[in-house]
């Protein structure tokens, strides 16, 4: 007897691949254990490739059961938002722009964007979320998001990538320290003191230029504390644990005890750059990416 695949094999391979445990996923599919074991083997056998290695204690995914996974992941996530897309169609939308974003974009570019864009196109909506670099391009390539704002260096060769921003750096100091607009010239004022950074893991071009600030000056910056939040370096800054320096733009949406001082005579800049993937199929990202000048 032949068979073919039919939805229910994808549905139970991405279930164990997510658990990596049999037992779990059947519960969580509310099957019998060895039925969905059953079912495996036979979506092997039509496949005609080895998905998982299994012994007594473990499972995992082959090589060729991790590229099955991405690829469903990709298909199985394209349906949920065709579906979604559908559906705000049909209720008069023009569609959703699904946009990820570093938190110093939400100063600079996106609100304007948002505003030219219910000017020129009202029934777009959005949807955003705040994320590292990584997750940004992870979620671009899985087709989760259609727009990112990140600041990296280079992406993979199916991602496009144009810079839309270029900002200043900013010393971050408590509002009593001695350092004033009049009597800061260069950053190796502070070179003594603690810094709070952005984790290397938040944006490691952002984390690299920090460092290349301060060694370019003749010295290391001695780092106390690492947060992937604006708010929370602000905060230890206040506290009095240390400096941080920022992109000059993230000054502004905070109400705390820190005042922001223009780094002067530096080569470095924030660059802001927006990521998306070319052959995104979304009509609403064309006509975002026109209003870019893209």
Same mark, same amino acid.
């Given at each position: 007897?032949?068979?073919?695949?039919?939805?229910?094999?994808?549905?139970?391979?991405?279930?164990?691949?997510?658990?990596?445990?049999?037992?779990?996923?059947?519960?969580?599919?509310?099957?019998?254990?060895?039925?969905?074991?059953?079912?495996? =083997?036979?979506?092997? $056998?039509?496949?005609?490739?080895?998905?998982?290695?299994? #012994?007594?204690?473990?499972?995992?995914?082959?090589?060729?059961?991790?590229?099955? =996974?991405?690829?469903?992941?990709?298909?199985?996530?394209?349906? /949920?938002?065709?579906?979604?897309?559908?559906?705000?169609? #049909?209720?008069?939308? /023009? !569609?959703?722009?699904?946009? !990820?974003?570093? !938190?110093?974009?939400?100063?600079?570019?996106?609100?304007?964007?948002? *505003?030219?864009?219910?000017?020129?196109?009202?029934?777009?909506?959005?949807?955003?979320?705040?994320?590292?670099?990584?997750?940004?391009?992870?979620?671009?390539?899985? /087709?989760?998001?259609? +727009?990112?704002?990140?600041?990296?260096?280079?992406?993979?060769?199916? +991602?496009?990538?144009?810079?839309?921003? =270029?900002?200043?750096?900013?010393?971050?100091?408590?509002? #009593?320290?001695?350092?004033?607009?009049?009597?800061?010239?260069?950053?190796?004022?502070?070179?003594?003191?603690?810094? &709070?950074?952005?984790?290397?893991?938040?944006?490691?071009?952002?984390? /690299?230029?920090?460092?290349? &600030?301060? $060694?370019?000056?003749?010295?290391?910056? =001695? @780092?106390?504390?690492?947060?992937?939040? !604006?708010?929370?370096?602000?905060?230890? *800054?206040?506290?009095?644990?240390?400096?941080? &320096?920022?992109?000059?733009?993230?000054?502004?949406?905070?109400?705390?005890? *820190?005042?922001?001082?223009?780094?002067?005579? &530096?080569?470095?800049?924030? @660059?802001?750059?927006?990521?998306?993937?070319?052959?995104?199929?979304?009509?609403?990202?064309?006509?975002?990416?026109?209003?870019?000048?893209?």
């Amino acid at each position: 007897m032949s068979y073919q695949l039919e939805l229910r094999h994808f549905t139970y391979f991405l279930a164990v691949a997510e658990e990596l445990h049999f037992r779990k996923a059947a519960d969580r599919l509310y099957i019998s254990q060895p039925g969905l074991s059953r079912q495996i =083997k036979q979506m092997e $056998e039509i496949i005609g490739a080895k998905l998982f290695i299994r #012994d007594k204690r473990n499972v995992d995914l082959t090589a060729s059961g991790r590229y099955l =996974k991405k690829e469903l992941d990709y298909i199985f996530n394209h349906i /949920d938002f065709t579906i979604k897309q559908t559906r705000l169609i #049909d209720q008069g939308s /023009d !569609g959703e722009v699904r946009i !990820g974003f570093l !938190g110093s974009a939400m100063q600079t570019v996106i609100p304007e964007l948002l *505003v030219k864009t219910n000017e020129n196109f009202p029934n777009i909506q959005f949807s955003l979320e705040e994320m590292s670099n990584y997750l940004q391009v992870e979620a671009i390539e899985r /087709d989760q998001l259609d +727009l990112g704002f990140v600041r990296l260096a280079r992406v993979s060769k199916e +991602l496009k990538m144009k810079t839309i921003f =270029k900002d200043t750096f900013s010393l971050v100091l408590p509002e #009593d320290h001695h350092l004033n607009i009049d009597n800061f010239k260069s950053i190796d004022q502070v070179s003594h003191e603690n810094f &709070i950074l952005f984790s290397s893991r938040y944006s490691s071009l952002y984390y /690299d230029k920090i460092m290349s &600030i301060c $060694e370019d000056k003749g010295f290391t910056p =001695k @780092v106390s504390h690492k947060s992937v939040h !604006g708010q929370t370096i602000y905060k230890l *800054v206040e506290s009095g644990l240390g400096v941080a &320096i920022v992109p000059s733009s993230l000054q502004y949406g905070f109400d705390l005890g *820190v005042k922001f001082l223009e780094i002067p005579k &530096i080569p470095q800049k924030a @660059v802001l750059s927006v990521i998306w993937k070319e052959n995104n199929r979304n009509p609403a990202l064309q006509q975002l990416l026109n209003l870019m000048n893209i």
